[in-house]
């Protein structure tokens, strides 16, 4: 039963990709070859090199682009043209940065906050008021402060992944059942081996989904944050290859960009899918 | 035909006495006037209980019997440790209970296994605790022990997830025994199991608790569990202002089995008395009415019901 659901809702997922290819595919080519032989081949190159339509780049090219920059994807020929798998490396390298320290700031203040009643009522009206404030409107303050554009950036996605981990750790903390807090407490275990053994297991999926909602959000904002500070990165990649009018460029990133997230989001479902437990 | 021999305090039995009782070592548990109130929104605070007074004796088997909600869970939490009581003192082996204590070992209405170790795990949590300097091997070696005295050696690395309700009171059970406690104190342990679990329960547990002499305080509201495992029964009126009405003395057997228990001459007698106590007295019970006809909070009567011996 459940194997031939997955194999039928794969084989839908499958036909629904073909044909939206097709439909783009017939969109770019049909138009595009009598036009674009009659028109100015200056003109045509300024628009794209071999693509037809109004400058939309088939399917068909995308594959080939997507190719050309897969393999050879970490070339560096100066500041304006790295290959695209060298700037996502800067990407990560900045998400997993900026995470981290969101991490280490954001669990431990996370998990005192929710063991303690006093400092939940003191800190979690600054947090509400913090919290929606979009990460990018930090920026201007971040460049002006550190002066440097990789470390804004950075700092940036500190900013933007703190938030879902603090939150989850201390609503995670605040809400370990009482029953295996006493559990702890009869057995005499001295408090600071009770916030490892009991309630960091407990609390663990919580804290886990909230980092799970952090690294989706800091994915989401590199590109953003890299295309205002611009040098390196998928997202100043993106803007330079607009820059450039490579519509084909800017669908490749697009698709590379997809996968990693999928890909991040994917690493923290598997350590939740270790730390959950049945009850 | 019952016989019905009620024990009245003595008038001349003076605070002094209790206190040389104390000190002879024969008390485990003494409860002093003990009372809990919990704020009421826009109101006066409710008092649960109040002025409950009870002494249990080493190697003693209890049971607390009263209704839902007339505070038994409450007790159990001050004396484990738990919660603290508005008034009155605890006093265990000669101290104050002032927090929880290995000494006490707590069964919990719910099993409240750890969800994420295994069966073993949980037990040799406990064990660590109890024996923070044993090697693993050791703490692992004691756990098991244990875990094979209420027979489930299959079963060591299975989760909680994965076992029946009574096999889960039985890891809690296993819990508790493994830190050879005191004193064990059990909060409902057997009423959420099918009555067939219970009753296999029910034997595992009089077997241990009769051959360690383990000094044990129960909660149920099932009579024929009470008269089954507890030495005396303690009644409770219904709450708020729950009181200890009476103290049962089982005159039972001291060997006794549970299949062959309902065929003991002034079983019945016993049981009609608890029940009698359970449907009506509970809930009828007028303190100044009692005090008049000799009842005290300090020394309830104790009742003894046929002559079972
Ligand atoms: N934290 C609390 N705040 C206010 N009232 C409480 C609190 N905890 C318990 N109570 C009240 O105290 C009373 C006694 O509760 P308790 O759990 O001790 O009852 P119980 O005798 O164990 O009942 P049961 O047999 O159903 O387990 C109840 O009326 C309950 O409403
Ligand atoms: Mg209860």
Redesign the pocket.
Known sequence: MKQTSRIQSSLLSCTIVVLVLMVWTAFTTQSGGGVASGADPAYAALMNEDAGGAGIPSPLDVGRALVQQLSDPFYDAGPNDKGIGLQLAYSLARVLLGFALAMIVGVPLGFVIGMSPLLSGALNPIIQILKPVSPLAWMPLALYTIKDSGQSAIFVIFICSIWPMLVNTTFGVANVRSEWLNVGRTLEVPPLKRALTIILPAAAPTIVTGMRISIGIAWLVIVAAEMLVGGTGIGYFIWNEWNNLSIVNIIVAILVIGVIGMILDQMLAGISRLITFQE | MNTILKLMPKGACTETADIADRKSGRKMISIEGLA?C???RGGAP?T??EDIWLFIERGEFVCIL????????????ILAGL?EASEGTVIADDSEISGPSLDRAVIF?GHALLPWMTVLGNVAYAVSARNPRWSRAKVREHAASFIAKVGLSYALDKRPSELSGGMKQRVGIARALSIEPKMLLM??PF?ALDALTRGTLQDEVRKICVETEQTVLM?T?DVDEAIYLADRIVL?TN??N?RVAEIVRNTMPRERARNELHHLPGYYDIRNHLMDFLVSRSGSFDVEAATQAGWSAKRPPVVEIGSGV
Do not use: R
């Open positions: 809990k919990y704020p009421k409710v649960i209980f009263g209704h839902s909600g007339c505070g038994k869970t409450t007790v159990l939490n919660s209405q909060d409902e009423s909660i509201h409770m709450g708020p729950a």
